[in-house]
């Protein structure tokens, strides 16, 4: 699985020397396109970005915006949730029934939708009286 596969490699490359919890994180895109981030760590913690942030950052940088699934991966006892801010961050560029997929390294994963990871998710629609 092209999603799995790229993840994996990815997370190979995370900079994660202060929690030491590597993380990959692979986007499919609409048109089909992969693209891949890892976590990168900074020694004033609060700097540091979420795999997820990085393959968003690609995903945007070569110039698309829709993300149709998502799949990340961690070397955990369950497979590993994003964190809440990377939860807002898919779903800016997610439709609600996008396929998000967490993996351990050793081969359980668990799939829900971009709806189930963010219930009650903050959109535009809501400032529509602004
Ligand atoms: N992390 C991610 O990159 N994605 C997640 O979904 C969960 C947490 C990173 C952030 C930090 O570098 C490390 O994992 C520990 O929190």
């Keep these: 699985m092209p999603l799995l596969q790229a993840a994996t490699a990815v997370r190979e490359n995370a900079y994660a020397p202060y929690s030491r919890f590597k993380v990959g994180a692979a ?38 915006t829709v993300i149709a699934e998502v799949l990340v991966i961690a070397d955990s006892p369950s497979p590993v949730p994003p964190c809440g801010g990377c939860r807002q961050k898919i779903a800016e560029f997610a439709p609600q ?25 903050f959109s535009a629609a809501h400032m529509d009286r602004a």
């Design 27 to 64: 986007i499919r895109s609409a048109s089909g396109a992969i693209f891949a981030g890892c976590n990168v760590e900074n020694v004033a913690y609060p700097e540091g970005t979420c795999a997820e942030a990085g393959a968003i950052a690609a995903m945007v940088a070569a110039g698309e």
């Design 97 to 121: 029934d996008a396929r998000v997929t967490l993996c351990t390294t050793d081969g359980v994963s668990r799939t829900m939708t971009v709806a189930d990871l963010l219930p009650g998710v």
